[in-house]
């Protein structure tokens, strides 16, 4: 036996994996092994674009709320242990018509959740917030919890937390194929193989061919692209006055975060994923259409950006048929745990996530995850 656990995929989910599973009380040096088909926190994964956005309110029942609060907690702690700063709480915005599709559903889960938030009409938006250009009916919901996470650091930080605790990661080497026996899970890299008594699998747009074929064929990857802009008075877009935010509408959308860099903005249009053939062949470069619109929108909602991409770039991430992530494992495969298919919303829960998927994997009981269990998409 090579170890107890094996996490393949060192990305956002599988480092928060490798730290989770290291640090475990029993835990000996070298019994947990990560496996990266690349570098840990390379550009081209689900990582890339420097800043996500860590939020409490969200759309879409009370099934996350668990795990979101679990991560508020989590995220500290990883900044104990890393000695980084990677959670920078500067507030969030929720930005729609008051009476369109967007905030009073937003209202409602918040609500029904017991989230802490604070209302604030058209003229309060604007007199505390005026970077954003509003419409008539616009008003917010603002979540004092919420804030940006720096992706690569927190990647690299658990790494290197999970790596003093005696884990050890093998980078440049892909997994090809997982085989689960009796007592024990078999894991192949061309000709080589590792044995492991279990293995948690989070290669995020690179798992499908881990995948068992049900699974397999209700996942695919995407691209999704993010966009930069200078501002005209960066002081006016530090966290301190200018919270992460989304916004949407009827016709247009834009989410994003405040400087951290004293000079440029992320601003991105929201909901623009598209299909990718795959992971490793997404286009980087935006369309002109795709730049048009981006355009207008930010000269409408952001008067204060100069209405101009200065960075773009583009990353894969996997979704589900449903877009909500695969976390658990499967009827005769107990020893495999899949935690994958994040769908574009898993940043923000990745510690949550996979604290829950290695608890799976030691037989414990997990927080909030019958309704990600991967056996949906498994026929009757």
Known sequence: MDGKLAVVGVGSVGSMALWQAARRPGTRDGEVVGFEARTTGHTRSAVGGDTRLFRMTYRGGTGYAPLLERASLLWPELEADSGHEILTRCGGLSIGARDGEYLPELLATATANGTPFEFLDHDELAARYPQHRLRPDDCALFDPRAGFLRTDRAVTAA????R??????LEGTGIDEIHEEADSVVLRSGTRTWRFERVIVTAGGWSAHLLPPPIAAAVHPRRNYLTWFVARCPEEFAPERFPVFVRIAVDRSLYGAPSTDGVTVKATLDGRSTPAEHADRIRRELTEEEIAETHETVAEFLPGLIPSIVRADAFPDLF??????LLGSLP???RTVFATGFSGLGFKIAPASAEAAVAMAFGEPATAVNGLLPTRFVPA
Do not use: F, L, W
């Not at 790494?159 to 999970?162: G, K, S």
């Not at 003093?164 to 990661?169: D, K, P, R």
């Open 164 to 169: 003093e605790a005696g884990a050890e990661v």
């Open 320 to 325: 589900t048929a449903d877009h909500a992530p």
């Open 159 to 162: 790494t290197q937390a999970a």
């Open 332 to 334: 005769g495969r107990p």
